[in-house]
């Protein structure tokens, strides 16, 4: 049974994982995450 546990317990974290992934491409949230990495790294490279 343990086994069988581990395997749903993955499989709920995947799909909740999956749910909030979705949620924030609906939000329009990549575009700010890659906006701000793009900022960092220049900021980090010394071109910003």
Not at 6 to 12: A, G, L, Q, V, Y
Not at 28 to 41: D, N
Request: a positive charge.
């Amino acid at each position: 049974m343990s086994k069988l546990r581990s395997r749903t317990f993955t499989c709920i974290l995947i799909a909740a994982a999956l749910a909030a992934l979705i949620f924030g491409l609906w939000r329009g949230e990549a575009l700010t995450v890659f906006s701000r990495a793009a900022h960092i790294c220049l900021e980090c490279i010394g071109l910003g």
